[in-house]
């Protein structure tokens, strides 16, 4: 069973952890307000390094949301009470890069490219 937690952002209930990474959390949230389900990438490794990288981030995120291979940002922000940086985006079903991998194996250089100009 798939634990429920309290991330501290307010309007975003419902939050389950769907990945982990090097420096930051993804979790699945439902945004109340609006009635949609988006995903919370929330920095776990609060360093000066983290916290330039996360910044780059979100700005590219932010210049770039027309891109079709990149996932809209909708809001950025700090958690209460432990102000950890967070982005909320689209939440695509499906899993992740890694996901595919962990289940298939590495792709052909031509999968790869069909993966990448859908």
């Given amino acids: 069973m798939v634990e429920i937690v309290d991330l501290g952002i307010d309007g975003l209930s ?3 952890e769907i990945g982990s990474g090097g420096f930051a959390n993804v979790y699945s949230a ?3 307000d609006i009635g949609r389900r988006v995903a919370v990438k ?3 490794t609060i360093d000066e390094g983290g916290r330039r990288r996360f910044n780059r981030e979100h700005l590219t995120m ?3 949301t027309a891109h079709p291979h990149i996932v809209t940002l909708f809001r950025t922000g700090y958690s209460s009470p432990d102000d950890k940086p967070y982005l909320a985006m689209e939440y695509l ?3 992740s ?3 595919r ?3 298939h194996g590495a792709m052909d250089w031509e999968e790869a ?3 990448i100009s859908r």
Avoid: H
Wanted: hydrophobic letters at 40%; a negative charge.
């Fill in 30 to 32: 439902l945004e109340a």
């Fill in 14 to 16: 419902d939050c389950k």
């Fill in 97 to 99: 890069l890694q996901d």
């Fill in 113 to 115: 490219v069909e993966l």
């Fill in 42 to 44: 929330v920095l776990t």
């Fill in 62 to 64: 932010g210049q770039t």
């Fill in 93 to 95: 079903s499906g899993g």
């Fill in 101 to 103: 991998l962990d289940a």
